[in-house]
C-alpha cells in the first residue's frame, strides 16, 4: 500500500518534506508521533496521530508513539495563547502511564513482527542529560534566530503574553527526541498535526547538522467543524477515550450528531473503509439524507475501533431506549429499562428531600446535573430541561413524591442528548 497516497485520498496529509513518499516505498520505515500527557487520558482530537500510526503499521511501517514524559514537563506553546501550568511529576507518571495504556489497544505490538510497535518515553533519555551537556552538545546546532522564525514562537512574542524560555526551548527538545530516535532507532520520519510542523522540521535540521543525516516528515491538517467550533468540544467538555470520563452512549452520539458536511470528511479520516465503499455511502446518504446513514455507520465504525464492538452495541440499546419511543410517557420504561441504559449519568439523591419536595433548580445543582443554581436557571428559563419526558416550563417547579418512576427514578434530559437518571434513596 502506498501510505501517502492512503492519507491524501482520507484528507490527512497537510505538510510533507520533500523525498518522504520515496522513503516509504523505498523501505520500511520507522516513524514516530508524540503525544502530550497533559491529562491520564487521550480525547478523540488525538485520535488523528493514533489513526496515522495505525495506517502507517498496516502499510508495513514500524511505529513509535513517543509519551512526552519529559516534555509535558515543560508544554508546548504551540497554538497556545498563554504560558500553561507545569504539572507535577506525580500527576505526570500517572498520565503517562495512563496514555500508555491507551495506545497500547490500537497498534500490533508482537515483538515477533519486524514492524512491531514500540513505546517510549522521552524521559528516559532527558533524565540523563545535564543542562550543560544539552546547551554544549544540541544547543549549539540550532540558531536563535532559525528558532525566532517559527510561528508558534513568533506568534507568543508578538502577543501581550509573550514566551518564556521554558517554552521557548521546548522546540529544542521535541528536537532531539527525534534526533535520539534516529540515532538509537533508526526513525526516519516523524508525524504530527500541522501546528507541530515548525517543532518537527527543528527535529530534521538537529539531525541534518548533529549526525550529518536524513530524515523525513509530514504533517495532517487539525481538524475542523464546518460551522468553525471546536472539533472534540461538546457542552459537556471533551469527548474521551478513557469510559470513565466519556460514556460509550456519550461517544457514540457524538458521532451519531455530526452534520452531513462533517461526517462526509470524518467518513475518510475515521474509519478504515475503502474509497469505493466510503464513495457508495456518500450516494445512498445522499438519496436521503434524514435517514442518516452516513452518520450512522461513521458513529459505528469510530465507537468499535475505540471501545469494541460489545460496547457499541451497549451504546445503541440506550440510544434505543431513550429515542425509539421518546414520545411514550416515562411510565412506560421498566426497571430493567432505566438500570440498563449503559452510559447515561447515573446519581444518588436523598429520597427524603424529594418527599418534602425540593425546587427544580436546587435538585439540578444539588445532583451536579448543572454546576451552579444560576446555569440550571439559565436553561430551564430557555426550555432546555425535561423531567421524566416533560419539558420543565417554570423554575418554581417543585421536584416531589409524584415524580419518581417506579418509586426510585427521575430522568433528566440536558439539552438535546444529554441525560442523566437520579435514583432516590
Known amino acids: 500500500m502506498n501510505l501517502i497516497e492512503e492519507l491524501r485520498w482520507r484528507g490527512m496529509i497537510q ?26 487520558s487521550l480525547h478523540i482530537g488525538s485520535l488523528v496521530p493514533i489513526l496515522l500510526l495505525v495506517h502507517l503499521q498496516k502499510a508495513g511501517h514500524k511505529p513509535i508513539a513517543l509519551v512526552g514524559g519529559a516534555t509535558g514537563m515543560i508544554g508546548d506553546p504551540s497554538m497556545k495563547s498563554e504560558e500553561r501550568n507545569l504539572l507535577d511529576e506525580a500527576t505526570l507518571n500517572r498520565n503517562v502511564a495512563g496514555v500508555k495504556a491507551q495506545l497500547e489497544k490500537f497498534l500490533d505490538f508482537d515483538a515477533s513482527k519486524p514492524n512491531a510497535a514500540e513505546m517510549a518515553n522521552n524521559y528516559d533519555w532527558f533524565k540523563t542529560i545535564s543542562f550543560i551537556d544539552f546547551l554544549r552538545d544540541t544547543g549549539k546546532h540550532i540558531t536563535v534566530n532559525y528558532m525566532m522564525a517559527k510561528d508558534s514562537v513568533k506568534k507568543r512574542i508578538e502577543g501581550d503574553t509573550g514566551i518564556s524560555y521554558t517554552e521557548f526551548a521546548y522546540q ?115 438519496k436521503d439524507p434524514g435517514q442518516r446513514l452516513l452518520q450512522k455507520k461513521l458513529a459505528e465504525e469510530i465507537t468499535v475501533f475505540v471501545h469494541g464492538r460489545e460496547e457499541y452495541q451497549k451504546a445503541i440499546e440506550t ?107
Open 15 to 40: 505538510d510533507i518534506m520533500p523525498g518522504t513518499e520515496d522513503q516509504l516505498k523505498k523501505e520500511m520505515t520507522t516513524a514516530y508521533i508524540g503525544f502530550d500527557p497533559t491529562a491520564d
Open 172 to 286: 529544542m527538545m521535541q528536537g532531539y527526541d527525534f534526533y535520539w530516535l534516529y540515532e538509537n532507532k533508526n526513525c526516519k520520519l516523524q508525524m504530527g498535526g500541522s501546528d507541530q510542523w515548525g517543532n518537527i522540521t527543528t527535529g530534521t535540521e538537529l539531525i541534518r547538522r548533529k549526525a550529518n543525516g536524513e530524515a523525513f516528515a509530514f504533517t495532517c491538517p487539525l481538524i475542523k467543524k464546518a460551522d468553525g467550533t471546536k472539533f472534540g468540544k461538546t457542552e459537556s467538555g471533551n469527548i474521551w477515550l478513557d469510559l470513565n470520563r466519556t460514556s460509550q452512549y456519550q461517544f457514540y452520539q457524538f458521532w451519531l450528531n455530526a452534520t452531513d458536511a462533517d461526517a462526509s470528511s470524518w467518513i475518510r479520516i475515521f474509519t478504515f473503509l475503502g474509497k469505493e465503499e466510503v464513495d457508495q455511502l456518500l450516494a445512498e446518504h445522499a
Open 319 to 425: 440510544t434505543t431506549k431513550l429515542f425509539a419511543n421518546a414520545t411514550a410517557p416515562a411510565e412506560s420504561l421498566s426497571i430493567e429499562d432505566l438500570e440498563g441504559m449503559n452510559g447515561v449519568v447515573k446519581s444518588d439523591y436523598p429520597k427524603e428531600k424529594i418527599i418534602a419536595g425540593v425546587d427544580v433548580v436546587s435538585f439540578l445543582a444539588e445532583t451536579g446535573i448543572f454546576p451552579s443554581k444560576g446555569e440550571a436557571r439559565k436553561l430551564v428559563q430557555g426550555g432546555g430541561v425535561s423531567i421524566n419526558r416533560n419539558k420543565v416550563e417554570e423554575v418554581q417547579m417543585s421536584v416531589d413524591q409524584k415524580l419518581l418512576l417506579h418509586n426510585t427514578y427521575i430522568l433528566i434530559q440536558k439539552g438535546k442528548r444529554n441525560f442523566y437518571l437520579v435514583k432516590a434513596i
